[in-house]
């Protein structure tokens, strides 16, 4: 029989209760044992007391709701190899053989190295007299099945992760508001929006609220004195007719030596240069906050589903999954391939390589 635990890390995203609901009735459908681990990899360290079998109700009313209801940690135990063990030792006196994990691109790496270490774990739990000779024998392997709950859509292996729709429909009915305000004031805005080192959030929004001008990673502003064209591509639009003017800047966004680009920069500068009535909103945490929208519900249950039908055709051999959505079909790719796109990509960032960070990123950004 499969025993397939759950649990959601790092950054909360909405749509991720619908992903749980599903795996949990999808296991029990297709006569597997599921069992939720409450709080991330903390839950997986702290044992029985929070890897909790499932039944069908358990999961009742999880589509609506926002953020994680079996909650979520940023666990610095899970980092070491000791705190590792810890979760292999309870995984194996749950009868764990089987994980989901729902999380970004640190929870998933987390999840396969558990993985890759797995034998060595054993051996060594082994070795302590903490399992049996019959434990090792049964649970020579683990699988690994992720799907990505983030906001900031900054994984390659699918078209959008889980939360990012949501995110962003807040962020639309956000600066919509601002517009109105800005508009009686002829006043500018200038607004951060979340996306990590991601500029999806922030490019999305500002081409769905038709937004005046826009920072993102990605694609640093180039050359000396960018600020002066961000000037007068504001006053074009303000000669033009336009009474506001609304600057989305990305939590990540730098020039191109890196320099972080920042809200309070851009106000100083619209102020001073222009004389523009300029006020600055953060966004923060609203974005991640509500329920999910019918696409993040949509995905999830679709991708949990996948995530329990993935580890019912897996066999040893069968690598770490990433569960995704490409041109809308389901697809389960290896887990290897997600966590490499990131760190290259934070590799061209940091390398001031921009072409190659646009290039990379462009499966996001599709034509
Ligand atoms: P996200 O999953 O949203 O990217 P984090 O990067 O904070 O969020 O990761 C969430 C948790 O996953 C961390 O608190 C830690 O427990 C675990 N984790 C992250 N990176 C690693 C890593 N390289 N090795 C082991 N565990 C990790």
């Known amino acids: 029989v499969k025993k397939i635990g759950v649990l959601t890390s790092g950054g909360d995203a909405q749509g991720m209760n619908a992903a749980v609901r599903a795996i949990v009735r999808m296991a029990i459908y297709r006569n597997c044992e599921c069992f939720l681990i409450y709080d991330g990899y903390n839950g997986l360290i702290a044992g029985s007391s929070k890897i909790i079998k499932a039944k069908r109700e358990d999961v009742s009313g999880f589509l609506t709701l926002g953020g994680t209801a079996i909650g979520t940690a940023r666990c610095m135990e899970f980092r070491e190899y000791e705190g590792r063990q810890k979760a292999a030792l309870n995984i194996i006196k749950s009868g764990i053989n089987a994980l989901v994990v729902i ?25 302590d007299g903490k399992i049996s000779e019959s434990d090792a024998q049964t649970y020579t392997s683990l699988m690994i099945v992720g799907i990505v ?9 699918t078209d959008i992760t889980i939360g990012a729709h949501s995110a962003l429909t807040r962020i639309c009915e956000a600066i919509d508001a601002l517009q109105s305000t800005a508009f009686s004031h002829h006043r500018a805005f200038v607004v951060e929006v979340m996306g990590r080192n991601c500029g999806w959030l922030a490019l999305a929004s500002a081409i769905c ?47 191109s030596n890196l320099n972080p680009i920042k809200v309070e920069y851009i106000k100083e500068i619209l102020t001073q240069r222009l004389q523009y009535d300029t006020r600055v909103t953060i966004l923060g945490h609203v974005q991640r906050g509500g329920s999910p929208n019918f696409r993040d519900r949509y995905i999830g249950t679709i991708q949990g589903a996948e995530a329990v039908e993935a580890i019912l055709r897996a066999d040893a051999s069968t690598p770490s999954l990433i569960i995704g959505t490409l041109e809308n079909k389901i697809t389960a790719q290896p887990l290897k391939s997600a966590i490499i796109f990131t760190q290259q990509l934070a590799k061209e960032i940091k390398n001031k390589n921009f072409e190659n960070a646009i290039k990379l990123r462009s499966p996001t950004f599709k034509k």
């Open 103 to 127: 999380g970004g691109d640190g929870s998933l790496t987390g999840a396969d190295t558990l993985r890759s270490e797995w034998p060595s774990h054993v051996k060594d739990l082994l070795k």
């Open 209 to 255: 609220t038709g937004a005046d001008y826009v920072f993102i990673p990605e694609d640093p502003p180039r050359g000396e004195d960018w600020e002066t064209r961000m000037c007068e591509a504001l006053q074009n639009s303000r000669k033009a007719g336009k009474r506001t003017s609304m600057i989305i800047v990305a939590e990540g966004a730098c020039d």
């Open 149 to 157: 709950g983030s906001i900031d859509n900054d994984l390659t292996t």
